[in-house]
Each structure stands twice: as structure tokens, then as C-alpha cells.
């Protein structure tokens, strides 16, 4: 892994999982203090401002956002510690997509879908995506959501502002395996 790449894998444990890693916290909607991100990942990871700005600018899932002055920043979704990052309820298309590792689909045909460590299960909008997603976790397996037909049912989506779509739980009778 290159330097930069480290570096930003790095910020994304501190920004979604663990903070206390470098000794600082979040506040209720994720924002952590720049100065003091700088400061804390510095002592193992190079960084500095203008590196940090790369980072967020050049991310190719567009994961970190910073406020308007730049002196907070907070990852955009992913997140396994309960924060609230004003995520926007939105009426999502007909179907989405999740990929998984095989592993996991006996549980999955089981109980649906569940967040695991994070706080929303993840849907990708093509299978193109959500095929790298399974991919992560061994030999990949899609599953188509019917998430059109969940919302008509009273379930909650969310899109974040890079794009993923978010739900509490996907129950089974809404999962079909392709
Ligand atoms: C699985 C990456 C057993 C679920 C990606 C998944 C994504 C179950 C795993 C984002 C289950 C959790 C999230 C059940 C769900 N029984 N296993 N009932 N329900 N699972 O990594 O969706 O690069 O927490 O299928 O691109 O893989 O980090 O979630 O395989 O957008 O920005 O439990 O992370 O983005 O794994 O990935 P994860 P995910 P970043």
C-alpha cells in the first residue's frame, strides 16, 4: 500500500470505528476536529493539511466530508459507533443490491439481512458495485432487495451523500438471490 492509501484506510477506522485509537472523540453527528486528527495520526501516519484535503477530494467513494470552514470532518457512512450524521430518508429505487461473501448466506437466507458491527445494512444502486462489495468477503453472492416493495411497507431508506443506500434490516421475504 502506498503512503497516501494507508493513510486513508487509517482515517477511516478513526472517523467510523474508533476515535480513541489517536485519543480524541466525535461529537454526535461523527465531526471530529482537524487540527486534532492531524495531530493524532501524525504520530504513526504522514499527514498534514493539504495531504488530508487530497484525501477527502480524491477518495473514489467519496467517503469523508469536511464542514465549511474545514475544521471538522466526518466520514459520510459506514459507521459501527452510534452517531448521527444526518443521513437523508429517501424513496429508493425498485430494486437494490447487496453483495455478500458465501459464507454468509446460509444465516442470510435465514434471518435477511442485518447490520453486523455497523449501523445499516449497505445497498449498492448496480451490481457492478455490489459485486466489488462481496468480493471483500470471499466468493461473491448478490442478492437482489426489493427495496421498492419494502418502502411501500413502511420500511425506512436512507441515501448518504456519497451514494449509499441505507436500511435498518432487509427481512427475508424481500431477498432473492441471483
Ligand atoms: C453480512 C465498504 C450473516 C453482510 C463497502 C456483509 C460497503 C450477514 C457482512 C460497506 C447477515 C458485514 C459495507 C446475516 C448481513 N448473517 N451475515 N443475517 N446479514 N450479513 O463490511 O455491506 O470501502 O460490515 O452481507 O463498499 O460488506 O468501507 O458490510 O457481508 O459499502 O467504504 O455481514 O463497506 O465500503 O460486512 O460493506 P460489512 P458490507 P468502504
Not at 76 to 82: E, F, R, W
Request: proline fraction near 4%.
Amino acid at each position: 500500500m502506498s503512503g497516501m492509501k494507508e493513510t486513508s484506510k487509517f482515517i477511516s477506522l478513526i472517523l467510523r470505528h474508533k476515535p480513541e485509537t489517536i485519543g480524541i472523540t466525535l461529537d454526535e453527528h461523527g465531526w471530529a476536529n482537524v487540527e486534532e486528527l492531524i495531530e493524532g495520526i501524525s504520530k504513526t501516519h504522514p499527514i498534514d493539511m493539504a495531504m488530508l484535503e487530497q484525501i477527502v477530494a480524491e477518495d473514489e467513494k467519496q467517503r469523508y466530508s469536511f464542514n465549511e470552514d474545514k475544521s471538522l470532518i466526518r466520514a459520510n457512512q459506514g459507521h459501527s459507533i452510534p452517531v448521527d450524521v444526518e443521513l437523508e430518508e429517501a424513496t429508493p429505487p425498485e430494486i437494490l443490491y447487496h453483495g455478500t461473501g458465501l459464507k454468509f448466506t446460509e444465516s442470510i437466507d435465514e434471518q435477511g439481512l442485518i447490520p453486523k458491527s455497523r449501523l445499516y445494512v449497505h445497498l449498492s444502486k448496480d451490481t457492478d458495485t455490489a459485486l466489488k462489495v462481496g468480493k471483500r468477503h470471499g466468493t461473491p453472492v448478490i442478492y437482489r432487495v426489493k427495496s421498492g416493495e419494502m418502502h411501500k411497507d413502511g420500511y425506512k431508506f436512507f441515501c448518504s451523500v456519497n451514494g449509499v443506500w441505507l436500511t435498518k434490516s432487509v427481512p427475508v421475504k424481500y431477498l432473492e438471490k441471483m
